[in-house]
């Protein structure tokens, strides 16, 4: 059974950074994608960044140039390093990956940026 297992979350100043970090185990099969999404209270849940297998990244505007998301293929791990945070960048930040079949996501830790 797939599991991820977020880390790195908590409550910081505007203008400061975080570093969250997802660990994946279980997967007998090719991870083909992992990334962040993020929900903040009352909103859906949106991307933040992707990254694909070939070393393709996606980051959402709000979040480029601010966030990086980089990823250990040995031990299945993807990482989210967020700078310049602002109070707007507040969620949960949910961890995911994908085999090309269907999509396994983690838990959720939150982030909060006081203002």
């Known amino acids: 059974q797939v599991q991820l297992v977020e880390s790195g979350g908590g409550l910081v100043q505007a203008g400061g950074s975080l570093r969250l970090s997802c660990t994946a185990s279980?997967?007998?099969?090719?991870?083909?994608?992992m990334g962040w999404y993020r929900q903040a209270p009352g909103k859906q849940r949106e991307l933040v960044a992707t990254?694909?297998?070939?070393?393709?990244?996606n980051y959402a505007g709000s979040v480029k140039g601010r966030f990086t998301i980089s990823k250990d293929n040995a031990e299945n791990r993807v990482y989210l390093q967020m700078n310049s945070l602002k109070s707007e960048d507040t969620a949960v930040y949910y961890c995911?990956?994908?085999?090309?079949?269907?999509?396994?996501w983690g838990q959720g830790t939150q982030v909060t940026v006081s203002s």
């Open positions: 279980g997967s007998s099969s090719t991870i083909t994608a």
């Open positions: 990254i694909i297998g070939g070393g393709k990244i």
């Open positions: 995911t990956i994908t085999d090309g079949l269907q999509f396994y």
